[in-house]
């Protein structure tokens, strides 16, 4: 069956084009900096936001238009994969990625959940071999169900922290059998809402102890995949553990775990935290932990996760200068965690809004591909900090420098150097002549 008759398979027109269905600057055989575009990006579908959600909010039940509306439990689950793949086909989408519940239902016990993803993974892992379509991360959502209400790795009852381990477990199994790039760990109630009722060195150790007992049974089923944390503040948890890049990397070094993973950031996530995405992609990187990007935006005046399609090319271009700084994204890839809007109902707007994000991003490489080839900011920035190339500030950067060293170099140079000014606003300006350059 055919649950997207009225799309035929988007193909790259250039940005003359005025078909909406067409890719205006995403091409993926395009070579930009060594590289294809697809090679770039390894866009990948959200199965969640594309496949199961609604258009449900606070104050509205679901208006999205889809053609498994009528269905039900595995029939309805099965039908979501048909649709997934033919999406992936026609949008040119190489990778995908889910939530366990996503795909299969629940039931009513464990042993029926793993068996109903046993029987959807069958069927994903037939269209895989199909297609050519690749998983680029899984997770376990261990947060929806009410169970997780105080937790999951970070619960006050060791039986739902036994139940959370189980659906991990499961999880990477299925990671391995897909053959899943990364795995991703994204921990939506592992926090608290008040120290009164906390213990945070027993929830912190436990969550600790939950990721070392996932790296080694990955390890005992020989799972390579890379391991990721998607760091988020506040939302829906007031403390959240992983609240930014900062603090995750922080939590991980704590515990010994920094070897083995990188972080799965998302922009919408680092708005929330109070920081842009491009200074949450240069702290991981800083730190080389930048694995895998969630890509979307949020909306400046609404304060939860509204996971809107990037649109926004200014972000986009110093999201990919961060990437290609980086040498790129190795494992990970860009994953649209993105939904469309609650009034965008159709079946073709699930195209339209994966098109605009696709080409904001590929608008994006370009111009962060072009600043980094002219030096733009590299050279304004070494000349800014040439100071501690040379004399005293040479040895201060060798840790050559004391206390009593400086001081005495202060003494004897009462007039410092001039400053120089920052020039923001010309490198903002630059920075807007660039994108409209491209």
């Known amino acids: ?96 990625a889910f939530h366990d519940v996503d795909i299969a239902p629940e039931g009513s016990s464990l042993k029926e959940f793993y068996a109903n993803l046993d029987t959807i993974v069958d069927l994903i892992e037939e269209q895989m071999k199909a297609t050519g379509k690749k998983l680029l991360w899984n997770t376990a959502n261990m947060f929806t169900n009410p169970r997780y209400m105080h ?7 060791a039986d739902v922290y036994a139940h959370a381990a189980a659906q991990i477990k499961k999880g990477l199994e299925i990671g391995k059998r897909l053959g899943g790039e990364n795995y991703v760990f994204w921990g939506g109630r592992e926090g608290y809402e008040t120290l009164l009722n906390t213990d945070m060195q027993l929830e912190q150790d436990n969550l600790a102890r939950m990721f070392q007992m996932a790296i080694d049974y990955a390890r005992e089923i020989g799972f390579e995949a890379q391991f990721l944390i998607e760091p988020k503040p506040k939302e829906p948890t007031k403390h959240q553990y992983d609240f930014d890049a900062a603090t995750t990397i922080a939590f991980l070094q704590k515990y010994g ?33 930048l694995g895998s990007l969630d890509a979307n935006q949020g909306d400046m005046l609404i304060g939860w996760d509204t996971d809107e399609f990037p649109v926004d090319i200014y972000d986009a271009t110093l999201t990919m200068y961060e990437v290609l700084q980086n040498g790129g994204l190795g494992k990970g890839g860009v ?104």
């Open 1 to 96: 069956m055919a649950y997207f008759e009225s799309v035929s398979k988007i193909s790259y027109e250039g940005n003359n084009s005025t078909n909406p269905y067409a890719f205006k600057w995403y091409n993926p055989d395009e070579v930009v900096a060594g590289k294809t575009m697809a090679e770039h990006f390894k866009f990948s579908m959200a199965y969640w936001h594309t496949l199961t959600a609604g258009g449900s909010d606070p104050f509205g039940v679901n208006t999205a238009v889809r053609a498994w509306d009528h269905l039900n439990g595995l029939d309805l689950a099965k039908a979501r994969v048909e649709a997934a793949f033919e999406l992936m086909d026609k949008l040119n989408l190489p990778y995908f």
């Open 151 to 157: 937790g999951a790795a970070t619960t006050c009852n």
């Open 257 to 289: 775990l920094d070897k083995h993973f990188k972080l799965n950031l998302e922009a919408n996530h680092a708005t929330l935290a109070g920081h842009t995405f491009n200074h949450e992609l240069r702290v991981a990187r800083m730190n080389g932990m």
């Open 335 to 438: 994953n649209f965690d993105a939904k469309v809007r609650r009034a965008s109902f159709e079946p073709e707007d699930l195209f339209l809004a994966h098109i605009a994000g696709m080409d904001t991003y590929a608008k994006g490489l370009k111009v962060a591909a072009k600043l980094i080839e002219d030096r733009v900011f590299e050279d304004f920035i070494d000349k800014r900090y040439s100071s501690f190339k040379e004399g005293i500030g040479q040895e201060i950067v060798a840790g050559k420098a004391t206390l009593a060293s400086l001081a005495e170099y202060a003494l004897n140079n009462d007039t410092p150097r001039k400053n120089e000014s920052g020039r923001q606003e010309w490198l903002k300006a630059t920075l807007n002549q660039y994108i409209l350059a491209e």
